[in-house]
């Protein structure tokens, strides 16, 4: 992958547009400083990744001039197959925008990143974040930064550096081994323990089963003439109960179901046949009691005719005793009046005693005082009694007694027919009610006086079935019995034909997870292998790279004492460092820290060897190019001429895109690196006089040595 | 007599000629030898710069003729081309000699140093038999005029997975056939884990 062509709009330097032509096997930028190279070689870097790490945010790209106020990029690239690639992407101070025009194909955003990687760098996509892992092989292998030259040896930690170089000379993928075989380790055992589980629920089934096998009984063969035995009790049930309308062979899982419907069924039937033979009893002492007693409308006339007589009795001893009742108050009354008269003779005695003379006081009579004395005295001591009182009272009461008695007997006679009335109430009632069972019962009787008859033949069918029942009910929980033993034989078989698939079931999963962990223990030995091996890996690689930094170093020749470098790998707990020395193998010294021995000059060559190094050395790039932003300054003379010579050897194996700030150097540069063949081709950029539009580009091809050789031809 | 390398000058200039014709430099056969007293001259030419090897066999000699082989070979391009053509500024001296200069003090490594640092009319490359032990030293000597190879374009990150069946083997006794599975399983995006368990059902 080549670059071919740079369009800028207000990016950075470059407030409007311009295009660069770089499809060249070098490309020279000169311009003292100031004019836009850094820009220049920054638009290619974030073109291609969106990002230009040691400038951080967007919005500092974008010109202060730009009179869009957004910062446009095209890169142009193309493909070793000679296919274009174009690759858009601009900012508008808010959002990035990328467009990919590829084999006549526009993607853009998201889809344009995932196809410009697959693209330029397929190794990205394989890192954790592929635009990190590009601009990162960018940088540490395509593009030589200006601030960053010395950077790239002394800036980074080791650590960082090892891991810089591991993405670049392929570590990745063995993490991405690594990661993959864990996560194919994690979803194999989570498999296994699946696998592992289902076994202990299938030695858990084994176990049921053998314990289920345990508690059956042994089998004592099935009855001989159990299916004759069965079919005739069907048929039997099917007359005497109709508990099923299918019955199925003895066999059957269903036939519990319809012995036991059977059993319950010739009990209900007993029960129900049980209560019609109590039923018949009743009827039967009904009809007996009804017999033995006599006609209820008699005896009510008859106790009719008693009250009727009782009734009139009550009157009568009424009335008399009304009449004694008012003889005798007449006969209180006469004796209130003589009693009232004797009163007052005796006032008037005792009156007449206490003035009695020989002559009356009153009328001067004369009488006899004795005499009358005597008959005063006699009239003062009568006391009023009555002789004739107790018989009228003895009249009352005995009429009372005689009305009272006649009074209990109505009441008795009233009592006696209200009874014999209720009675044959109740009577009527008994008998519609045993009429109503009759009815019920279902019997026929021609008369009343068949009907004792019919219910003793009623009770003996009734109670002939209730036997029948209790045989047939009886015969049945035998066949239950049978049935069930003979269902558990057959369970018996089934459940020992299903402890011996489990068995050998469990046999087979006990030996599939024992295999299965042990291939799960394997890959976890490789996975804890991968772990370690990344570093070492990383490290030789870059054993291997090694001759090639050497080369390129002693192509350039800095240092006349420290000819040799290294580079220095080392693992600790698993994570690598990188570093760089440089070495005098003729006094047998060397330095881990190069700057300490080595003027910047020589840092400086050391810094480009060691990127060509990369450059050269890793197995795939984004770009076949090397881009150099004005490497060479603080160079010594004999440094320069190294680094150029490196350099022009370079241009015939990447696309070399290079700058300076001097211009003398400029014109070196484009001499050094001038065209020696056809197909050869070489550009050089003169960028001047900056103003708020831009420096003032000139752009022409370098050069060409007309005839290849001078002397030897 | 200096003492010297292993190498004789006949060594140097032998192995120089062979690497420079085989990195596509031109032998200039014609020259006149005249240029350069005491030496043995070998002059090469190849698109970009003309190459005068110099082998002296002693660093005396060199150290004192190296000035009249710098005049030799700038008289010869000025010859073949004007100050406008651009090779006329791509010469290269390089003084070859087999004879030893650690012994001495260190004026003469300056002084190695300095005919190295001399940037005037043509580069200098020096080396001597301090420097120039084996044969291969010669070709570092002479990488500034050789051709870079980088790796083969087009090459797969893949690369490195093909070093961990050995690596893991080594470091952990994992047998290679596994790693190797585990790895084609990968490329191939098929199961890792199956890899894995068709290696231990066929081993």
Redesign the interface.
Known sequence: MRLTRLSLSGFRGFPGPVSFDLDADAVIVIGVNGQGKTSLFDGVLWGLTGNIPRLGEDHRLVSLYSSTGEARVEVDLRTSSGASVRVVRSFDGEVQQLRLEHADKIYKDDGARLRLLEVLWPDAMHTPDSASALTAALTKSVYLQQDLVREFIEADSEQERFEAVSELVGAGRVTDLSLALERAKTAWSRATNLLAKDLEDELGRLRAIEDQLSRLPQSEGEPGDAAETWAAWCARDEVLTKSSTNYPPMESSDAPLVVDRAVKASRVERQRLERRIDSLHELQQAVEGADAEGSPADEVAVLQADLDKAVAEFESARAELERAQAQAAEQRRAQLNLHEARAELRALAELALRHLGPACPVCGQVHDEDATRSRLEKLREEDGGDEHTAPEVSDVASAAARSKEAEVAQAGATAALDAARKQAREKALLRTERERQVHELGLEATSDEDLPRVIDTALEATSARITELEGHASRGEQLALDITRLAEATRGNELKQEADRLRAATEESRAAVSAREESGNLAGLVLEGLRTAGSEVVATQLERLEPLVQRIYATADPHPSFRVVRLLTKTARGRGRLSASVFDPHADRGSNSPSTVLSSSQMNALAVSLFLALNFGVPSLPLQAVMLDDPLQSLDDVNLLGLIDLLRRAKDERQLLMSTHDVRFGRLLTRKLRPVHEQQRSRVIELSAWDTTGPIVEQFDGPRDPARLRIAA | MTPGSALTATDLIAAASQILAESGY????DIDEAGFPGAKPR??????S?VAVVVYETWAELELRWTDAQGALVE??SA??TSE???S??GYLVLLTPSLV?GFDDSH?QA??AI??D?SRV?K?VATG??LEQLSDIE?TL?????????Q?????????E??PE??HT??G?DEK??ER??TA?QEQR???EA??D???SA
């Open positions: 031109r032998r200039i056969a002059l090469y030419e190849d698109p970009y003309v010869l391009m073949h081309m053509d651009p090779k500024w791509e650690g490594s190695v140093s190295r640092y940037t580069r490359l301090d420097d570092r990488l500034p005029l050789l051709p870079l190879r980088a790796s374009p087009g090459g797969s990150q893949d690369r490195v997975l070093m961990l690596l893991l470091r952990s994992i596994v790693t585990v790895i990968f199961s890792l884990l894995v368990d290696y231990r059902r």
